[in-house]
C-alpha cells in the first residue's frame, strides 16, 4: 500500500478529541461585594494544549491521506514524533 502503517501514536491521543469543558465567567460585572470586576484581555493558548491541537490536525491530516490513498508525508510523522515524542 506505501503507506506508514504504523499505529503506535494511536494510544496517545485516546480521548484527547474531548475539549475540556470549563465554566464561562463573566466579561465583566459587579462581584459579591459590589466592586466593578473586568476580565483581563486574551492571553495566548497554553503550550501543550496548543501542541495537543497540533498532533491531533496532523493525525487528521494523516487519515484523510491514508482513506484518498496518498502517501503521508514524511514531514508529517516527523513533527508528530517531536510532539509527542518517541513511543
Not at 495537543?52 to 487528521?60: P, S
Request: charged content about 35%; proline content about 8%; overall charge negative.
Amino acid at each position: 500500500m506505501g503507506h506508514y502503517d504504523d499505529c503506535r501514536y494511536e494510544d496517545a491521543f485516546k480521548g484527547m478529541e474531548q475539549e475540556e469543558q470549563v465554566p464561562k465567567k463573566p466579561v465583566s460585572g459587579l462581584r459579591q461585594d459590589g466592586i466593578q470586576s473586568v476580565k483581563p484581555p486574551l492571553g495566548l493558548m497554553p503550550k501543550a494544549i496548543f501542541y495537543r491541537n497540533r498532533a491531533l490536525e496532523i493525525l487528521g491530516a494523516m487519515e484523510r491521506y491514508v482513506r484518498a490513498d496518498k502517501k503521508i508525508p514524511l514531514e508529517w510523522l516527523d513533527e508528530l514524533e517531536d510532539l509527542i515524542g518517541e513511543p
